[in-house]
């Protein structure tokens, strides 16, 4: 009987532990208001209740949020006991559209540059050939003085036209070179900036009866913001102005 005692004592903890596990919530943002200064935010999802207490868990908040203003509420038979914000470090964010956007513009600039650096080789290479050949033929005796200008003439013109393809490609490669510097520039400052945490909101929840339940989670986020912009038209000086209200808005939660 003492050999079985262990296992006898593990088969309840192993089933304490699964129930234990808070249920995921996935929820979308269906409306974000602006402010001068940071954002308020609300999502919406829907989650399965148990009878008894559960916990549930919405995950993929931005880790700029300020846990003082978060709000749950629920529709349903069932009571919220606690709401805690936490950050997860482990799961990160996927990378932003920007970010990756600017990724593939950076290897495909990387890869023009490498192709148009392999071509003014080549040009190089056979501008070479030419003047070395050119050389051969000048030390060369019994030519015909037709013969001889005859392949003066396709080496000067030959030249001319390598000339001119390197100094195209040269100026291609610098203005790819350029912009590739500007890109790594901006990826650098992105990848500088960005957080890669994830947060966090677990929730609580003591139903009297198995449910399915409608969630409204809102928060407020920094890292947001607007400022107003004018546009003052005219058509003639005895016209009225015609100014038109905008609002730029940024974000980086």
């Known amino acids: 009987m003492l050999k079985y005692i262990p296992l006898l004592l593990l088969l309840p903890f192993s089933t304490l532990q699964a129930q234990s596990l808070p249920t995921p919530v996935e929820t979308k943002i ?4 602006v402010f001068r200064s940071g954002a308020q935010v609300i999502r919406k999802g829907n989650a399965s209740l148990a009878t008894g207490k559960s916990q549930l868990i919405f995950k993929g908040i931005s880790p700029k949020i300020n846990p003082q203003s978060i709000q ?3 529709e ?18 996927k990378k932003r559209t920007e970010i990756d956007a600017l990724e593939q513009e950076q290897k495909k600039l990387v890869e023009d540059i490498q192709r148009e650096k392999a071509l003014l080789e080549v040009y190089k290479q056979e501008e070479a050939m030419l003047l070395k050949n050119q050389d051969i033929k000048g030390e060369q005796t019994g030519l015909k003085t037709s013969d001889l200008r005859e392949a003066l003439d396709f080496h000067r013109q030959r030249q001319i036209e390598i000339q001119s393809k390197k100094l195209d490609l040269q100026k291609t490669i610098k203005e790819y070179g350029e912009q590739l510097g500007k890109i790594n520039k901006q990826l650098l400052n992105l990848n500088q ?5 994830t947060g ?4 609580a929840i003591n139903s009297k009866t198995a449910l399915n339940a409608a969630f409204t989670l809102t928060y407020f986020v920094q890292n947001a913001a607007w400022y107003p912009t004018y546009d003052i038209r005219v058509k003639d000086i005895d016209k009225p102005l015609v100014i038109d209200y905008k609002a730029n808005v940024a974000q980086a939660s």
């Open 30 to 33: 269906e409306k974000v208001v």
């Open 76 to 93: 349903g038979d069932f009571t919220v006991l606690s709401v805690v914000h936490q950050i997860n470090i482990l799961e990160e964010q």
């Open 193 to 197: 900036s960005k957080d890669l945490s």
């Open 200 to 203: 966090e909101v677990l929730v």
């Open 72 to 74: 749950v509420k629920g």
